[in-house]
């Protein structure tokens, strides 16, 4: 497919729900993808995010790559202390995650920007807070100052669009609710029904990288 038909398809399922293409931001997964990859198959389109699950991979990228990157996978609390590299943390999933990032924020002087992560599946496999669980935990992250929420995100089980796409809809729901701009969702194989339901962010590696 190819980083030019993404964004192609993400303008025109914009079209389709009547929304600004600008409203909605390209994360070019990068997993697994070398430098030199990345550089050929992304950044020579444009200055994208680049999005990585793991901390480790990430940095070792950093070194070869001027861009701006997104942490989207899990974050182990014994690697907090790397946050502050990352622009946008889009998987903050517990509240003792939090309080390990406001204490990392606290000593760096940083406010560091998160999404939380919704588990709106309720897949015990997969990490995030219940949506029961929203109005505590966002009243606890208010308390932190080095902490900067901006929005929420979720990986919806794999699935039909009549299973996946009222998940997409109930998290922007969910986002409108509690006043929060930012809503991260939507991978390779359902980007558009992400867009279609207010996606902000769409995380897209695999299709990227098919010629």
Known sequence: MGLPEVLERIERACRRAGRDPRGVRLVAVTKGRSPEEIAEKVLRHGAFPLGESRVQEALKKMEALQAEWHLIGPLQRNKAKFAPRFALLHSLDSLRLAEALEGVGAKAGVRLRVLVEVNLGREPQKHGFLEEELPEALARLKEMPHLEVLGLMTVPPIGPEGLVRPLF???????????????????????????????????????????
């Open 169 to 211: 809809r109930r998290l922007s729901e969910l986002a409108d609710r509690y006043g929060l701009p930012e809503r991260s969702m939507g991978m390779s194989e359902d980007f558009e029904w992400a867009v279609e339901e207010g996606a902000t962010y769409v995380r897209v590696g695999r299709a990227l990288f098919v010629d």
